[in-house]
């Protein structure tokens, strides 16, 4: 599993570590990650003086850095496309695609025949919404093909 | 031989009362929703009540996935995708126990099979999405409709089609995990009766009957994997849908 231990979760070890031994929680990675960040925070506050808190940091920090280029040095090895991972995203990516061309047209053949009904214009708005629904349709699978971009952020 | 679709027969256990002429029955279905939330919550429950610094084999089982679901709503909607973080991951463990319960043979149920239940939970991700995208970004969200660097004279056309793109999602998100799981189910069962029958012609039915069996035994497998990627698809899915929540604009 890549990332197994996040920087969040280690660092709340190291730090529950260095507070009292044993009997630490490193699943309160749970509750939420800033809570749980903040609550060491405080902790460190009242049980430590300032300079500790400023060593203690400082260590996490080079911890983390060197976690991260650990990290990225074992992802360049491995390379796209290896582990298992990326395999099943892969796969996950594929059977995406077989449902989405067919949902379009199914909405569009619904909300035209819908529109028939209400307003007896049959079939006009069956044969242009379902039009419409195929486009939406191919759109959707263009996207999550990735053939043109997601989304302009 | 047994009729491959009997698998799928919502059958009642209790009748708990009549709401407005309406049965209200507790069903096998039902049953196994109830299975698979006490099992999550056991595995998730149990295996953090020691939180020991070094995790055992449960802790370990639980750390994973949550770590597998963080990094996918990390890796989809952004850091701000987070805070969607129990409503993904609730999804994720209720579907994945839900296939793999359906994988038990002799007595397993696939709850997920029935559409009304992958649609109810993929009408709860589509209405959820409105509500927090409208909620966050108000009139803003329907910025997800119009592109922006689109021609004025296009546009119409434009915004129907991303209209009929965003309705169609609940369809296709349900469709999807349902229409595995039956075709799947009904494949390996089909294929099982054939073992059956051809075993009852005598022995070059047993000799016959070698080739379905190791396809059984195939397919199983496959199925297995089918069981956790189509949870792990809607719950990826779940996260793009959610995304547009949180960024809608283009």
């Not at chain 2, 016959?208 to 069996?213: F, K, M």
Request: glycine share 12%.
């Amino acid at each position: 599993m890549r990332g197994f231990l996040t920087r969040y979760t280690l660092a709340s070890m190291v730090r529950a570590a260095f507070r009292d031994g044993e009997n630490v929680s490193v699943f309160s990675g749970f509750a939420g990650v800033e809570g749980m960040a903040d609550g060491a925070r405080k902790r460190g506050e009242r049980n430590g003086t300032p300079a500790d808190e400023a060593a203690l940091s400082a260590r996490l920090r080079r911890l983390g850095e060197r976690l991260d280029r650990a990290r990225a040095g074992r992802a360049a090895k491995n390379g796209p496309g290896a582990g298992s991972v990326s395999d099943v995203s892969g796969l996950a990516r594929g059977l995406r695609l077989s449902a989405e061309l067919v949902g379009g047209v199914i909405v569009g053949a619904g909300i035209g025949l819908g529109f028939d009904y209400l307003l007896g214009t049959s079939p006009w708005g069956f044969i242009v919404l379902v039009m419409l629904g195929f486009a939406g349709g191919v759109l959707t699978v263009m996207r999550s093909a990735g053939v043109i971009p997601e989304r302009r952020l | 031989m047994a009729d491959p679709i009997h698998q799928f027969q919502i059958t009642k256990i209790y009748t708990l009362g009549t709401v407005a002429g309406h049965e209200i029955a507790f069903t096998n279905s039902a049953l196994f929703m109830g299975i698979a939330v006490v099992g999550i919550s056991l595995l998730m429950i149990g295996a953090t009540a020691k939180r020991s610094l070094v995790p055992g084999r449960a802790q370990t089982l639980a750390e994973l996935s949550y770590e597998f679901v963080a990094d996918m709503i990390r890796s989809t909607a952004g850091p701000e995708g987070l805070r969607f973080f129990p409503f993904v991951f609730s999804i994720f463990m209720f579907v994945l126990f839900l296939n793999m319960l359906g994988m038990i043979p002799l007595g397993g149920f696939t709850v997920t099979s029935h559409i009304v239940v992958t649609a109810a939970l993929a009408l709860l991700v589509f209405f959820t999405v409105i509500v927090s995208g409208v909620m966050h970004h108000g009139v803003k969200f329907l910025k997800l409709f119009a592109p922006s660097g689109i021609p004025v004279y296009i546009l119409p056309l434009i915004v129907c089609i991303e209209v009929m793109s965003f309705i169609s999602r609940p369809i296709s998100h349900s469709v999807r995990l349902f229409a595995n799981m039956l075709a799947g189910h009904i494949t390996l069962k089909v294929f099982a009766g054939f073992v059956v029958m051809l075993g009852a012609l005598g022995v070059g039915g047993w000799i016959g009957a070698v080739l379905p069996l190791a396809f059984t035994v195939a397919v199983t497998a496959l199925e297995l994997l089918v069981a956790f990627l189509q949870a792990y698809v809607f719950a990826i899915l779940t996260c793009i849908y959610l995304n547009d929540a949180i960024h809608p604009g283009h």
